[in-house]
């Protein structure tokens, strides 16, 4: 079976500029995941979808980041502007069964 | 706030010996706990989860041990072989309404396997 894919795996931008990412679940996975790790710490939820409604976005930084789950499959999270602190490893991740998530490789973000 | 902790940030065992990773929860609602390794550069892989209407679950060279007494959850990997350097977090999540819950991660303890 075909895991969380993801990308692009890496990307550097400038501050102020914006960015996006990409996640494909894997098949048949309803609920879906963006999580945020910063370097030495454990993911942080951003948002979850269930199908291609979202169940819980309230860690998001709404006015800079978006997430969107188009049919209920591939997922894009977008931050746009950027800042500094938002340096970080963008992960996606999906399950079936209740609870057991199942994480891509993510995407490193650097903003200079 | 309530969080998932971990008691060590590092571990450094020899290979073939038996490594204890320990974690402690705050929520006592948390009724769902699981266990994620991490390598350099990868993202989190699922090792091993448990309910907390059980207190012990094996998989594979690896045993998951809860106490929800003292809310302590542990991972023990038997004869630690060098691929199981990595970083390894902890996570709960309880069930609220309709939802999944979501998963809370600790920081994370660093494995090191010396050969």
């Known amino acids: 079976e075909a895991g969380v894919a993801q990308s692009p795996r890496y990307k550097i931008i400038e501050k102020r500029q914006s960015v996006a990412f990409w996640c494909n679940p894997i098949s048949g996975h309803a609920t879906l995941y963006w999580y945020q790790q910063i370097l030495g710490q454990g993911p942080k939820l951003l948002i979850q979808f269930q199908n291609n409604g979202v169940v819980d976005d309230s860690q998001l930084p709404k006015d800079r980041f978006s997430a969107e789950r188009l049919k209920g499959v591939d997922s894009t999270l977008k931050i746009q502007p950027a800042k500094l602190e938002d340096s970080a490893v963008y992960l996606c991740?999906?399950?079936?069964?209740?609870?057991?998530?199942?994480f891509g490789p993510g995407t490193r973000l650097t903003v200079l | 706030g309530e969080s998932v902790g971990l008691h060590l940030p590092t571990l450094s065992v020899q290979e073939g010996d038996n490594s204890i990773i320990n974690c402690a929860y705050s929520?006592?609602?948390?009724?769902?706990f699981i266990w994620y390794k991490q390598e350099s550069g990868k993202g989190p892989q699922f090792i091993i989860d448990i309910r907390s209407n059980m207190d012990k679950r094996q998989g594979q060279r690896v045993t998951v041990l809860l106490n929800k007494t003292v809310k302590h959850l542990s991972l023990q990997i038997a004869a630690t072989q060098p691929g199981d350097s990595a970083v390894y977090f902890c996570?709960?999540?309880?069930?609220?309404?309709?939802?999944?819950?979501?998963?809370?991660f600790g920081k994370g303890t660093k494995l090191s396997v010396k050969p």
């Open positions: 929520n006592s609602a948390s009724d769902y």
């Open positions: 991740a999906s399950s079936l069964a209740r609870r057991r998530q199942y």
């Open positions: 996570a709960e999540n309880r069930d609220y309404g309709g939802s999944q819950g979501n998963l809370i």
